[in-house]
């Protein structure tokens, strides 16, 4: 399978009055075609940042500082605004989080998809209309002639979202992101929207991130993760290998947040703390402090990636403690401290 999309040792931040905000601090990854990958973590983990990187439609105080985005071979980073104009929505389209903001309330639907239409192809007017027509009924909207005529506030929620679909479909992108794109739904309609991404990505053949929070949208479609905290990468795998033999503490902890659909009694066991203040980084690793088994060398210093197989990794001090082979630096105590 070809790669589609190399990410090395990005990193992106944000530059406020009160210091540099390490957003994205040098995480690196593949896509490669007709795959899912999913992007998880909480709040603020940097997973939007991610993406708005990969599209270079940052704030405009945020800037990529470091690392190296390859679109199909093609250097995306210091590219320009001209060659990113070609790759959005031509080659990468993007699902943003709410599709009542994401749409323009002043005009029909119709207005925007033929307009994204005609921006990025070749097609003239009716071309465009038709072609918004044929995206509209590959996405389930009931009457699309009727839709087109109407704006976005007479349409539901779900329907506005499988607008957008259409819209980011419309040009035959090779990679989808799709930012948190049930946010807003109900559970139902989340179901059907994930259904229809699926069913769309096997008949189209492309590439789809998904960015999310919620670890069941990730069981049902993705195949490899990246769970993120604080700018980072902490853990990255196949979702059977993530979900089934997870490894680092951190993802241990957004597991047992998941409600039990085997004992609706169980307890919720939320992870303790807020996320870390960007603006000071600790050294060591930035989970430390709201992680049960810290140890004393998880506050001194990061834990490298490790492999724990061909399809799994993860950088957690707890897994160097456990296979009983401490490194350079990693004292008695520290092991002591974990084993108490």
């Known amino acids: 399978m070809s790669r589609l999309l190399e990410v090395r040792d990005l990193r992106t931040s944000f530059f406020t009055d009160a210091g540099e905000v390490r957003a994205v601090n040098g995480i690196s990854f593949n896509l490669d075609r007709g795959k899912v990958l999913g992007i998880v973590g909480e709040s603020g983990s940097g997973k939007s940042v991610t993406a708005y990187s990969i599209l270079q439609i940052l704030a405009d105080t945020g800037k990529i500082v470091g690392g190296s985005i390859k679109l199909d071979g093609e250097e995306l980073v210091n590219a320009g605004e001209n060659v990113m104009r070609t790759v959005r929505g031509n080659k990468v389209s993007i699902i943003f989080q709410d599709p009542m903001t994401s749409l323009n309330p002043t005009y029909s639907i119709g207005h925007q998809l033929t307009e994204a239409i005609r921006l990025h192809t070749p097609r003239n007017k009716k071309q465009a209309k038709e072609r918004a027509l044929e995206m509209l009924r590959l996405v389930n909207v009931n009457e699309p002639e009727k839709r087109l005529k109407q704006y976005p506030h007479e349409l539901s929620g779900g329907m506005r ?50 960015i999310t929070h919620d670890l069941g949208v990730v069981a049902q479609m993705c195949d490899e993760v990246i769970v993120m905290y604080a700018g980072s990468i902490c853990e990255q795998g196949t979702a059977d290998e993530i979900f089934y033999n997870p490894r680092h503490e951190y993802t241990k902890g957004l597991m047992r947040s998941i409600p039990s659909t085997a004992n609706k009694d169980q307890p919720l066991e939320p992870i303790s703390g807020t996320p870390i203040d960007l603006l000071n980084m600790p050294e060591g690793c930035p989970f430390a402090p709201r992680c049960d088994r810290a140890m004393k060398i998880c506050l001194r210093e990061r834990c490298p990636r490790l492999e724990i197989n061909d399809d799994h990794a993860a950088g957690c001090w707890v897994n160097v403690a456990e296979a009983g082979e401490p490194p350079e630096g990693y004292e008695a105590e520290d092991v002591a401290e974990e084993e108490n």
């Open 161 to 210: 979202q499988r607008v957008m679909i259409a819209m980011a479909l419309a040009c035959e992108p090779d990679i989808l992101i799709a930012d948190e794109p049930t946010t807003a739904l109900d559970v139902t309609i989340q179901a059907q929207i994930l259904e229809l991404m699926r069913s769309l990505q096997e008949e189209l053949g492309m590439a789809i991130i998904m």
